[in-house]
C-alpha cells in the first residue's frame, strides 16, 4: 500500500528500494521517551529492542544510559504518525546491549521491556537477537584474530574449532527466546499488530572484503551469513506468531550501503565511524531505511488476531 504525505516534512511509502526515506523535519511535533499526544482514539506504539533499535550513537540523546536517540526508526515512524495523524502515544523503551533477558529483567536502572505493554497498546516494533549471539564481541574477536591469517578465515575457524558452529548455535537458541517473546507481547497486548524489525546489511553481500574493516578476507562470506541466519530465524518466529505479526526486511533494502562502502554512500558505519554515529551501527540514512521497512509492514494490511 502506498501512503503519501503532501508536506514538506512528509515520508513517501511505496515498494522496497534501497533509496532511504526522508526525515520528518525539526518543526514537526517531537517525541520524548514517553510521549502521550493523543488527538482522539489514537493507538499506543511501543517500541522495543536494543541498540539498532534505540538509535545508538546519532545525535538528539533521549537517553544516555540506554543510547536512545531521536534518530533512531522508532522515533522516525512516531514523527511520521504526528504529521500522518491521528497521533499516537509513543513508549520508547529500546535500550542499547539489550539482550532477550532484557525484555523480562531489569537492564540497570531500567525496568524490563515487558512492563511497557498494555492491553490498550495498538503497535509494536521489535529489534532483538543480536546481542544473545553476541554481534559486538563477535566483531571484536574476528578484528583480533585476522592478522593471523589475512587471505584467511581465522575467525570462522575459531568458532567452528570443535566441528560445531558456535554462532549458528547461539542464533539457533536465540530464536527459541524470541518465540517465547513475541508469545508474551500477544499475551500482553493481545490486540497490537506487532512488526520484528530484522538487522540490516553490515557486510557486503557479495561476500568480498574490504581494507578500510580489519578482517581475513574469507570471514566476510562467514560474517554475511551468521547475519542471514539471525534474520532468517527472526522472520521464521515472526510467521509463527500467526495473525498481527509481520516481519520488516531490513537487510535487503540496505545491500550495497554496507560498512565497506563509501562513506557518502554507506548506511552502515565502519569499525571507524563517522561523528555521531557507532562502529557497525545504521547511520541516520540507514535508521531512515528501517523506518521505511517497518512502515510498509505496519501499512500492509494482515488479519489481526
Not at 538528539?60 to 533512531?72: L, N
Not at 536465540?174 to 513475541?182: I, N, S, T
Not at 509481520?246 to 537487510?251: E, N
Request: net charge neutral.
Amino acid at each position: 500500500m502506498a501512503v503519501v504525505v503532501t508536506s514538506a516534512a512528509a515520508f513517501t511509502l511505496s515498494a522496497p528500494t534501497a533509496t532511504p526515506i526522508s526525515t520528518v523535519s525539526a518543526s514537526t511535533s517531537t517525541f520524548a521517551e514517553t510521549s502521550v499526544v493523543s488527538t482522539g482514539g489514537g493507538s499506543p506504539y511501543v517500541a522495543l529492542g536494543d541498540s539498532y533499535a534505540s538509535g545508538a550513537g546519532l545525535g538528539g540523546v533521549k537517553d544516555a544510559e540506554c543510547d536512545r536517540t531521536s534518530g533512531s526508526y522508532p522515533s522516525l515512524i512516531a514523527r511520521f504518525f504526528a504529521v500522518a495523524g491521528p497521533r499516537h502515544a509513543f513508549k520508547d523503551v529500546t535500550c542499547s546491549g539489550a539482550t532477550t533477558r532484557d525484555f523480562w529483567n531489569a537492564r540497570g536502572s531500567k525496568s524490563p521491556q515487558i512492563d511497557a505493554l498494555t492491553a490498550d497498546t495498538r503497535l509494536v516494533t521489535l529489534t532483538l537477537g543480536g546481542n544473545d549471539v553476541g554481534f559486538s564481541s563477535v566483531l571484536a574477536t574476528c578484528a583480533r584474530l585476522a592478522p593471523s591469517d589475512r587471505d584467511g578465515s581465522p575467525c570462522e575457524r575459531y568458532f567452528t574449532a570443535d566441528g560445531k558452529d558456535v554462532l549458528e548455535e547461539r542464533v539457533t537458541a536465540m530464536e527459541g527466546r524470541v518465540h517465547d517473546v513475541l508469545a508474551d507481547i500477544r499475551r500482553r497486548s493481545p490486540h497490537a499488530k506487532v512488526i520484528v524489525v530484522g538487522y540490516p546489511a553490515l557486510f557486503p553481500d557479495d561476500g568480498v572484503a574490504c581494507p578500510e574493516v580489519p578482517f581475513a578476507k574469507g570471514d566476510f562470506a562467514y560474517l554475511r551469513d551468521t547475519t542471514k541466519k539471525a534474520n532468517r530465524a527472526l522472520a521464521r518466529q515472526a510467521m509463527a506468531a500467526g495473525a498481527g505479526t509481520s516481519f520488516a526486511d531490513t537487510y535487503t533494502p540496505t545491500i550495497g550501503h554496507d560498512m565497506c562502502q563509501p562513506r557518502d554512500e554507506r548506511w552502515i558505519e565502519s569499525l571507524s565511524p563517522a561523528v555521531n554515529t557507532t562502529a557497525a551501527h545504521p547511520n541516520s540514512l540507514g535508521q531512515s531505511v528501517m523506518a521505511g521497512s517497518a512502515l510498509r509492514q505496519i501499512y500492509k494490511p494482515f488479519r489481526m488476531p
